[in-house]
Nanobody, 117 residues
Framework: QVQLVESGGGLVQPGGSLRLSCAAS????????MAWYRQAPVKLRELVAT???????NYADFVKGRFTISRDNAKNTVYLQMNSLKPEDTAVYYC???????????WGQGTQVTVSS
């Protein structure tokens, strides 16, 4: 069974940085495609960034140049480095995992990121 545990959220001032981590349990982490999503109050959940099993990354336009997704297969962990944070980045951030031939995504519990003065 796959479980994802997120950490690293918190309160940060505009322009600041945070690094989110998502530790995955279970086997075959290295073949999973990983992603970060976020959801602000009364808004839809939106895709932030993805990274394939081969390390190819993609980003939503609103975070390009500011956020970096990466993975460490030896640690079964995916990261989201967030720089130049803006108040509109405030949201609950979720990680997800997609395995080959399995239609559903696995989800973490979410970690709160608040960007405020």
């Amino acid at each position: 069974q796959v479980q994802l545990v997120e950490s690293g959220g918190g309160l940060v001032q505009p322009g600041g940085s945070l690094r989110l981590s998502c530790a995955a349990s279970g086997s075959s982490f290295s073949i999973a495609a990983m992603a970060w999503y976020r959801q602000a109050p009364v808004k839809l959940r939106e895709l932030v960034a993805t990274i394939t099993s081969g390390g190819t990354t993609n980003y939503a336009d609103f975070v390009k140049g500011r956020f970096t997704i990466s993975r460490d297969n030896a640690k079964n962990t995916v990261y989201l480095q967030m720089n130049s944070l803006k108040p509109e980045d405030t949201a609950v951030y979720y990680c997800s995992a997609k395995y080959p031939l399995i239609s559903r995504n696995y989800w973490g519990q979410g970690t709160q990121v608040t960007v405020s003065s």
